[in-house]
């Protein structure tokens, strides 16, 4: 059927490299410009993903994401520039992308993906690349792909480390490979594994593991040489140590095992252990004070103790005068926080201060806590302009 | 000796060692010996009825143990032991 695509004098001219490549040539060009591919998170491993598959001239490439440019994206999501700040990440990719490309049509769906509309969005593509950064998405993803028979080129990174693979592959032989839950049959308890934003992530990483994903993207399309299906590719950036691993089905897994259990999507929040119906029974909820009702008790000397749970070199970057007690040690801390007055306790965000907080009540009958909204990024913003953010 | 690979999310609890040398045997006599050097690892990698982690997977060379002998699969003088936990990042 391939060949029925036509390209204009122009787009011969553009993709005459692949053209010229062995194996790969013009009939590997057409089943680019025939395919869609969805990439979901506009993000790290998005923005080299992205790039490189529009300048390859895939023909149909779709984005997802409900977020919005900030400027500590920049240092590593290489398809925003600062004119990019506070513009929808899909908006601002699709510009950008029709600026390298034109031959490709950008398919921007400006909303999270969820369990509702994750089998409608997905179904219009024939590969799926992940690149998002939290594990209900990574689950979603993989179960959608699976029910709707797609391959998910699947790459994740944390740190100085990153993994790769194709799932959902069925390869020359008519063989299925594994998928996510093959090699993860469960997820992490929430709190064990932090997020980028808690743990950092290297700038550079995205940029190599997303860039192989996009190889194994136009691999998957094209048929050229052998994907990463039934491996697992591990790179770690600190070491340069790169390991390749075998993966393989398993007769457990409740989509596609001996004995399927799972013939739909799932609430992804409640299996990740997220905000499920039994959390919110057994945890008091966490009292919040924003920042301008503190700047008020601040300036009228209340009595009140603030606690910083974040870590030291986040105290020297910026910090409002309060007590630091890092959330990996706040236990050693206990007696130091007053059980007899208001206490604010605050982070960058106000997601790690709002975990102490339910910590020190469930465990220790703290009543007294109140989580500062936002954090010191809410301060930084609202009460002190001049304060560095990071 | 054998060599367990500690990944980034878990090196918190190995006094962030990259890498831990462990007495031979099985993979389980490895790991457990790895988890007396580093008691509170222990509650990561096993749940409540000592069975591995639905998060984490274990290999030996290139091969997930489940695809051996599982636990009781040998380990010898040099293998190396890898420990593979799910991490998500990417978009942040």
């Known amino acids: 059927m391939s060949t029925d695509v036509k390209f204009s004098p122009e787009e011969l001219a553009r993709y005459s490299r692949h053209i010229i490549l062995p194996d790969f040539n013009i009939e590997g060009q057409k089943k680019l410009k025939q395919a869609k591919v969805l990439v979901v998170g506009t993000g790290g491993l998005g923005a080299p993903l992205l790039l490189y ?5 895939v023909g149909t490439i779709g984005l997802v994401d409900f977020d919005v440019v900030d400027d500590s994206n920049l240092q590593r999501q290489v398809l925003f520039t600062r004119d990019d700040i506070g513009q929808p990440k899909v908006l601002a990719a699709k510009k950008r992308l029709e600026a390298l490309n034109p031959y490709v049509k950008i398919v921007a769906h400006q909303t ?11 179904n219009d593509y024939d590969v799926i690349a992940d690149g998002t950064d939290n594990f209900p998405t990574r689950y979603l993803v993989n179960d959608a792909c699976v029910l709707l028979g797609k391959v998910n080129v699947y790459a994740s990174i944390y740190r100085f480390e990153g993994q790769a693979t194709v799932f959902n592959y069925t ?9 996510y839950r093959d090699l993860f049959p469960s997820p992490p308890p929430p709190g064990l594994v932090p997020s980028c934003a808690e743990g950092g992530v290297i700038g550079v990483l995205p940029g190599i593991l997303g860039s192989l994903q996009a190889n194994e993207v136009i691999k998957v399309i094209s048929g050229v040489g052998e994907t990463l299906t039934g491996r697992l590719f591990l790179f770690d950036a600190a070491t340069f140590e790169t390991r390749t691993l075998k993966i393989k089905r398993r007769k457990d897994n409740p989509l596609n095992g001996e004995h399927p259990t799972q013939t739909g999507l799932i609430d992804y929040q409640q299996f990740c252990g997220i905000g499920g119906a039994e959390d919110h029974e057994e945890k ?3 009292k ?6 503190l700047d008020s008790l601040i300036k009228q000397k209340a009595n009140i103790q603030i606690v910083d749970v974040r870590e030291a070199y986040e ?36 997601k790690r201060s709002s975990d102490v907080i339910e910590l020190l009540q469930e465990k220790y009958g703290f009543e007294n806590l109140y989580n500062l909204e936002g954090g010191i990024l809410a301060w930084a913003k609202e009460i002190d302009q001049t304060m560095p953010t990071y | ?48 009825k000592q069975a591995l982690r639905g998060f984490v997977r274990i290999f030996l060379g290139e091969d997930d143990i489940e695809d051996l002998q599982g636990n009781s699969t040998a380990v010898n003088q040099g293998d190396t032991i890898s420990i593979i936990p799910a991490i998500a990042g990417g978009k942040i």
């Open chain 1, 284 to 286: 008091l909820p966490v």
């Open chain 2, 1 to 48: 000796m054998a060599k367990i690979i500690i990944p980034t999310p878990l090196r918190k609890f190995t006094a962030n060692q990259a890498a831990v040398a462990v007495k031979e045997g099985t993979v389980l006599e490895s790991i457990k010996d790895l988890t007396t050097q580093f008691p509170e690892l222990d509650k990561h990698l096993f749940d409540e």
């Open chain 1, 288 to 293: 919040s004070i924003n920042v301008k009702q």
């Open chain 1, 171 to 179: 390869d020359k032989n008519g063989e299925l490979g594994p998928n």
């Open chain 1, 53 to 57: 598959l529009t300048a390859a001239g």
């Open chain 1, 112 to 122: 999270a993906l969820t369990s509702d509309n994750a089998l409608d969005i997905i």
């Open chain 1, 315 to 350: 105290y020297d970057i910026a910090n409002i005068h309060g007590e630091l007690m890092p959330k990996s040690e706040v236990t050693n801390y206990i007696q130091k926080i007053a059980k007899d007055k208001q206490v604010v306790v605050h982070c960058r965000s106000g």
